[in-house]
């Protein structure tokens, strides 16, 4: 016959390795909402690094103000089509989606640099 202690030794290190799973899987997403919609919000990060590198570039002087502010807006109407596209689909974005809006990313990125 086992000894008592060693199965409940054993069940507390399935426990904790459970929780441990928990918990490097919860920190994969920084919030639940990120980790049910990770399609948006890559998305939107992109947007997010689009808006800061559009700024950086203005304060420097490498864009001009009209110029920055015209691919600001071009970054705002992709986070308004995101939020289009996910309203239709029960709040997702579908694989297609994600990447035609990575590609007007894209070209808002080439646009920034030159």
Do not use: C, F
């Not at 864009?63 to 970054?75: D, E, F, T, Y």
């Amino acid at each position: 016959m086992k000894h008592p202690s060693l199965a409940l030794h054993r069940m507390l290190a399935l426990a904790l390795g459970l929780a441990a799973l928990g918990i490097a899987t919860a920190a994969q997403a920084e919030n639940p909402w990120e980790g049910a919609h990770p399609r948006r919000e890559q998305v939107w990060d992109r947007a997010g690094n689009l808006q800061r590198r559009i700024g950086q570039e203005r304060n420097a002087g490498d864009l001009a103000p009209a110029r920055a502010h015209a691919l600001w807006l071009q970054v705002q109407s992709v986070r308004r089509q995101e939020q289009a596209m996910a309203a239709v689909n029960g709040g997702y974005l579908t694989p297609e989606q994600q990447t035609a809006l990575n590609q007007e990313e894209d070209l808002i990125s080439r646009r920034i640099g030159t």
